[in-house]
């Protein structure tokens, strides 16, 4: 049987994506086929089709053993289609999301479950496996996490990014009365300050330049956003701290500026954490969930400014966020055969 798929295609001269049919993918014992249903386009993906290949694997993968073309799509969600022989915990229909990392199973990291540190590590929707850009994955059953039946599928699908923010707020040990800095206001820096607030943090000072971004951070939960066009930063925090300066600091823009800012701005024995790459162990993905399905990670639909179908991801969602990304924070694409007049 075949089925519609986003792949990444290309050499060392550099990638493209191509809407394109291909075959289903077979079940194997011990894994589960997924129904995907919606997958989110990450700042990696749109590095990656700018600038790549340096995800896409030229030779084969190590563990998959595959090469370009490969799936697309590594923040995805959907339901179970089927289950592979040896799985019993898992109902077909269960609402599921997908932690990514593709793992050997042998390395110290992987004996000590800490699979994004995998030294054979790839990623769903660059090193083979597919992705969440395409109708159906099978994929082993450590990777897949529950989702309740009241979350809907479109914001199951951001668990990814909002476990990637959720191990920093983690790693910066937050306190009720810290005063903390977010540089960026894309989908980590919005996820950040969820995670912030799900956390009692009450005052949260955010950095960006884009009116649109801006707003979805306030909208997020921010106290204050300012911008670094106009406004200083460090004094901006200063200004709100004492003096001081911020007790934890989130760089999440990936650019020189913010990073000074943030050691700038931040006070002495601050936590400085530095987002703009996406290691996370998986205990954190159901972390997430369960934040999200309890209602502790409020507005996560807030990030969400597009959802298109599959068909559209290239033009409508790769492209669009190229040509008008200040306008944009997350766009969902939908992998699933619904019709475009589901997309709300």
Not at 47 to 71: A, F, I, Q, R
Not at 158 to 171: F, Q, R, S
Not at 246 to 260: M, N, P, R, T, Y
């Amino acid at each position: 049987m075949s089925m519609h798929a986003v792949r990444w295609h290309g050499d060392e001269n550099g990638m493209s994506l191509k809407y394109e049919t291909v075959d289903k993918p077979h079940l194997r014992p011990g894994w589960v086929m997924v129904k995907n249903a919606w997958s989110g386009i990450c700042g990696s993906d749109l590095h990656e089709y700018c600038y790549g290949p340096k995800n896409g694997p030229l030779t084969p993968h190590p563990v998959t053993g595959e090469s370009l073309p490969t799936g697309v799509g590594h923040e995805f969600s959907g339901t179970v289609h089927a289950v592979g022989e040896g799985v019993s915990d898992l109902e077909v229909g269960q609402k599921v999301v997908v932690f990514p990392s593709i793992m050997d199973h042998t390395c110290h990291y992987c004996h000590e479950e800490i699979f994004g540190l995998c030294e054979s590590r790839g990623f769903m929707g660059y090193s083979g496996y597919g992705g969440g850009m395409q109708e159906y994955v099978c994929v082993e059953r450590i990777a897949i996490h529950k989702v309740p039946h009241h979350v809907p599928l479109d914001i199951a699908a951001l668990t990814e990014p909002l476990a990637v923010a959720w191990h920093g707020v983690l790693l910066s040990n937050p306190k009720p009365d810290h005063v903390a800095l977010v540089l960026g206001a894309g989908p980590i820096g919005v996820s950040v300050i969820m995670g912030l607030q799900a956390h009692g943090v009450q005052n949260i000072y955010v950095s960006e330049p884009s009116e649109q971004r801006a707003e979805r951070a306030m909208a997020a939960g921010a106290t204050k956003v300012f911008n670094p066009a106009k406004d200083n930063i460090v004094a901006s925090i200063q200004a709100v701290s004492d003096g001081l300066g911020a007790h934890i600091v989130f760089e999440c823009a990936g650019v020189q500026s913010a990073l000074d800012a943030a050691f700038a701005g931040a006070r002495g024995k601050a936590r400085v954490i530095e987002l703009a790459k996406y290691p996370q162990p998986v205990s954190e993905f159901q972390e997430v969930v369960d934040a999200v399905a309890s209602g502790r990670i409020g507005a996560p639909g807030a990030m969400v400014t597009a959802r298109i179908p599959l068909q559209d991801a290239i033009s409508g969602g790769f492209e669009e966020l190229l040509k008008t990304k200040d306008k944009h924070c997350k766009i969902l694409v939908q992998s699933d055969s619904l019709s475009a007049e589901n997309l709300v």
